[in-house]
């Protein structure tokens, strides 16, 4: 008995730690690389002092594009303003979209509207061209619009770019859109190489939290890659490609096309991220878009383009997961309430297997005299009195492992929630009640966290520390402590989800307990 409850004491230490170990890794520590597709790509290692794009069998060489620092940025003038009442959009000479404005309060950074993309980084949707002096040229030359301004109240507004080159003309005709995607057709006069540039990922993301952030690429038929910031290493040409996408925590900026398949290529920069670009045509149409990563939007769009929201390694127990907090928070709509029927939701569909485990630990309980005494009889026989055991165990129907598997059921789902809470954009200024004003921040009070720890502890009351081992006791013993200190910085919903865990951890082992106790008085008035 005692090792069977030394082994439910431990599986709680292991989920806990292991959380709070998970947590301050993914916090703390510099992420790598994740390649989770196997695509076709032509491969090449970088110069140490120059990017380059290798040779493809499918299309001619592409030769060295400008780095970053060599194309012009915060001192490009602008050129046309599109507003709705989310968002501003600035197009500057270039052609490019120089910045993206969010007007919504809950996207408010230092008391002002957030702005998304760095100056001092690539734009989406700057064009370079293979041919260095023509390249060289297109960044000097000012496009001119057909508008200077455009609003989106009606839903939509389209803006004609033109830039009048040498040896060709080059017309963008983009049509904005008020959920913030785009049209876009590119046509170029006389035929030559160029890329379109889908921007260096957004820079909206001032918390501590080091979430995954870079760019994307979903291959038709195939899975995701993902390059991360810092962990770029080599260019690629991927080909079938239906979107591409560079991103932070919560934006993005993604060129797709899922009915004519594209041509992406990465490239590293200095700080070794990549840089993602598509291979232009003399006529190419394209869509894009370019805001938060809002699933509902997104599906709108094409369901394809929800893959753009990833959780990092838990992607696949996440994206289920939000689909049902989300459905949850369209009927009350509140996302804290929706984050506390979504653990009792997950308790009440795991009460079955906690119920019957922690019945059968009961049992195992009420047989400890017996168990002391076959290891009395049989200690020197290991085998005999397993045997015994386990004959002992299968009479009264209980089952030492009964107690464990809720309990690393738990494990997954722990770590699910946890990016489902701390990536979905969602939550980003969503209020609960009170002095919770923002679920994706840190309780500003520390309310939240204090109350998860006392839980904590108390519901370790409810059940004797058998533990034998110095070191584990006193670990056990200071388990509440350790994880309010982790908790206290951490977005407020996420300790929302293990204070209510917790709570109704404690009522239901109330409950169990009340049950046998009911069961047993029973079976003894009926011996009688």
């Known amino acids: 008995m005692e090792q069977q409850n030394d082994l439910q004491k431990r599986l709680l230490l292991a989920l806990a730690l292991s959380f709070a170990v998970f947590v301050a890794f993914d916090i703390l520590m510099p992420k790598t690389a994740t390649n989770l597709e196997q695509n076709q790509t032509i491969q090449a290692k970088q110069s140490s002092t120059t990017p380059k794009i290798v040779k493809s069998e499918s299309t001619a060489e592409v030769p060295v594009l400008a780095q970053s620092s060599d194309t012009p940025t915060s001192t490009v003038k602008s050129l046309t303003t599109i507003k709705s009442n989310k968002f501003i959009y600035s197009i500057d000479e270039l052609g490019r979209i120089a910045q993206l404005t969010m007007l919504e309060k809950k996207y408010e950074y230092e008391g002002k509207p957030l702005k998304v993309l760095d100056n001092k980084k690539v734009k989406p949707l700057e064009i370079r061209f293979s041919d260095a002096k023509l390249n060289d040229e297109a960044h000097k030359v000012a496009y001119t619009t057909s508008s200077a301004n455009s609003d989106l109240s009606s839903g939509s507004g389209k803006v004609v770019l033109t830039q009048k080159l040498s040896s060709t003309t080059v017309t963008k005709e983009i049509t904005f859109y008020k959920d913030g995607h785009y049209d876009i057709n590119i046509k170029l006069s006389t035929p030559k190489e160029y890329f379109i540039m889908i921007g260096e990922r957004p820079n909206a993301d001032h918390t501590r939290y080091m979430v995954v952030k870079g760019v994307m690429v979903k291959a038709k038929d195939s899975a995701l890659k993902i390059i991360e910031d810092g962990d770029a290493e080599e260019a690629l040409t991927i080909h079938n490609v239906e979107f591409g996408s560079s991103f932070d925590r919560y934006f993005t900026s993604i060129l797709y096309n899922f009915k004519t398949p594209l041509t992406v290529y990465t490239q590293v920069t200095k700080d070794e991220d990549a840089l993602l670009f598509v291979e232009g045509k003399p006529n190419i149409s394209l869509h894009g878009y370019l805001g938060p990563k809002e699933s509902k939007v997104l599906e709108a769009l094409n369901p394809k383009l929800t893959d753009a929201i990833e959780y990092g390694l838990v992607t696949m127990i996440s994206k289920p997961m ?135 502890w108390y519901q370790q009351k409810l059940t004797p520390n058998s533990m034998t081992d110095p070191m584990q006791q006193k670990i056990f013993q200071f388990l509440p402590v350790i994880m309010t200190v982790f908790f206290l910085t951490f977005p407020a919903g996420l300790v929302l989800y293990w204070l209510v865990n917790n709570l109704f951890t404690i009522g239901q082992q109330f409950v169990i307990n009340s049950a046998y106790a009911k069961q047993k008085a029973a079976k003894v008035a009926l011996n009688k």
């Open 322 to 456: 939000f689909k049902i907090l989300a459905w949850i928070h369209d009927l009350i709509g509140n996302w804290g309430w929706a984050i506390i029927i979504f653990t009792i939701l997950v308790k009440l569909l795991l009460f079955p297997l906690s119920y019957k485990g922690m019945m059968s630990m009961q049992r195992l309980k009420d047989l400890a005299p017996q168990i002391k005494e076959l290891k009395e009889r049989y200690g020197k026989d290991p085998q005999k009195m397993n045997a015994k055991m386990m004959e002992m165990y299968k009479k009264h129907g209980a089952n030492p492992m009964g107690g464990c598997l809720p309990m690393i059921l738990q494990i997954p789902i722990f770590f699910g929630i946890y990016r489902v809470l701390l990536n979905s954009v969602e939550l980003q200024g969503a209020p609960w009640m009170l002095w919770i004003h923002d679920l994706s921040l840190q309780d500003p009070i520390y309310i939240l966290p204090v109350l998860m720890g006392a839980s904590m």
